[in-house]
Nanobody, 126 residues
């Protein structure tokens, strides 16, 4: 599967953004999906994950209550709604996919994902 993110940009603190990740080349509902980010000089950080059928999600404590993951299997798209953005949210944001597994499984560790998008930059100014 190929993954392409979009929706990043430059925003002010307190603003919202919705990132999208469109999949192609395979049956999207066969993949559990996740969102990660990486800031300069920092390790890649898990943000949110969603099961193949969208029934289960998990969110990192650092963004819980501000970020929401969702998916539309008919559109082959996973979304990350980001609200109340802060300057420390500035990073490159990546979507990732992992094939198969329990339809309700949520994957939270980067080493289990084997498909990655190219990333989209999010910059939050103060």
């Amino acid at each position: 599967v190929q993954l392409v993110e979009s929706g990043g940009g430059l925003v002010q603190a307190g603003d919202s953004l919705r990132l999208s990740c469109v999949a192609s080349g395979s049956t999207f509902s066969n993949y559990a999906m996740g969102w990660f980010r990486q800031a300069p000089g920092k390790e890649r950080e898990f943000l949110a994950g969603i099961s193949r059928i969208g029934s289960d999600t998990d969110c990192a404590p650092s963004v819980k209550g501000r970020f929401t993951i969702s998916r539309d299997n008919a559109k082959k798209t996973v979304y990350l709604q980001m609200d109340s953005l802060k300057p420390e949210d500035t990073a490159v944001y990546y979507c990732a996919g992992v094939f198969g597994g329990n339809p309700k499984m949520v994957v939270t560790t980067s080493d289990r994902y084997n498909y990655w998008g190219q990333g989209t930059q999010v910059t939050v100014s103060s």
